[in-house]
């Protein structure tokens, strides 16, 4: 009897190792957006990090992103947004809506079909376009009333980003309470982010900020702890995560062709790309995917200084380009990345590789 158990029991094993050796579906996949990050700001922020410091010299495949919208050449956010998280180019301005008002799917959706957590961290606020792009359905992005209630509905597990005074009914046109609908669902909403790293629970909705938060350095180290605290109370799911961070003010600085901010918050993406990546490292079983929804303002970097880190910018506008921007891949899938691809090939991939 011990004879043959023994032999099962290592035919067992090799097959089970065998298995564990072929299997390349991540378990979770954190999308990151860099607002406005062309290859000149990502090239500015491997200047200003000195040698090797910058954490998008970690990413084994980089690739390009064309990021156009179904009617314009330069694309906004919210169609950008959409291409990226439902694989379909819509016209400027709508968030995830065809024009024969179809309401497109996200990889959100398909992540929650196949009984992942989803979320989003931001420093924007809530309603802007590129979370708005992970669990809204509009026809033009600044419908802030109705995005609102779309989220406070969603299945998002944690939201984190700013705009609370949406929530409240003295401050919308159709009084509603979409804060009344987050406690009903179960959510603990918090005010900042002390409260929101302190949160011990499942449903958290952090709305730091009134409005817009603060952009760089004022706002201080906000996106890389609720990057990670997302990240934490996402993976106590069994099944994975799916989420998606955004650098929101780097393209707020390129609209203002303002050279401080924009290395400010340059430098603020390189903290929470580090955290993440470092966290990838350990989990092994995660695809991290960053890119831009489009580049703002024509950045060129004509001169600089490169032993001081010192980038000379100039800013061809004060708008978006059509220029296409860079993708970086890291994990289990990561090598489907490269190339010249379309925005809307990445949720197509992502799609493929978790076979939603
Ligand atoms: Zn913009």
Redesign the pocket.
Known sequence: MKRLIIPLFMTAVLLLGGCAHKETTPRNVILIVG??MGVAQVYASVVASRGDNSAFLRFPVTGFSRTYSLNKYRT??SAGGTALTTGQKVENYHVNWAPDSTRYQTIFDDAVAAGKSTGFVVVSDAMDATPAATYGHVPYRKMYDTLSIQLAQCSHSVMIGGGYKYFLPENRKDGFAPLDTLHRRGYTVVRDLDSALAFGGDKLVALLYDGDPLGEPERGDVLRPASMKAIEMLNHNSKGFTMLIEGSQI??A??NNDSAYLHAELADFELMLHAVLDWAEKDGNTLVVVTAD?E?GGLTLPDGDIEAGINNVRFQWG??TGCMVPVFAYGPGAERFSGIQQNTDIPRKIREIMNW
């Open positions: 607002d406005g906004d956010s393209d707020w390129c609209h489009h703002t708008n978006h």
